[in-house]
């Protein structure tokens, strides 16, 4: 896991969005840069979602999906803990569960995928789909 908070050096283009920086800053959400952490991640008992944010210099949903996400798990009384992809994975992570739009919310209980929420949604939808990933059983 990378921490980009420190990474001062690096060129703007490449500078992570702050409120994406935030989710690792403040509420120390790990930064998954590669397939061996994703499955390290995944491997941990409990629900998990995965933060695929896309590109936030094209997506203007990507920011308000970096608010929302503590907001969530703030409501779920930290019913799944949180990690971010990097853009390294992220095309391949997307194809793997065929979540293709971003930002996504990938949602895993254990290693075993339970759906997505891709895109920002109305928060009603946001409590609807996240309950019926929190009902189901592993298989």
Request: proline share 7%; with cysteine; glycine share 4%.
């Amino acid at each position: 896991m990378h921490d980009h908070a420190q990474d001062h050096d690096l060129p703007p283009a490449a500078t992570i969005h702050p409120l994406i920086a935030r989710l690792e800053a403040e509420f120390h959400y790990p930064r998954l840069d590669c397939q061996e952490e994703v499955a390290e991640f995944l491997a941990r008992p409990g629900v998990h979602c995965l933060f695929v944010p896309g590109d936030p210099r094209r997506n203007l949903e990507t920011a308000d999906a970096a608010v929302i996400l503590p907001e969530l798990r703030l409501a779920f009384q930290n019913a799944f803990d949180c990690a971010v992809i990097d853009d390294a994975i992220e095309a391949a992570l997307r194809e793997q569960y065929r979540a293709l739009k971003t930002p996504g919310l990938l949602f895993f209980r254990g290693p075993e995928f339970l759906g997505a929420v891709e895109k920002v949604r109305d928060w009603s939808d946001y409590l609807a789909r996240i309950t019926h990933f929190l009902s189901l059983k592993a298989a």
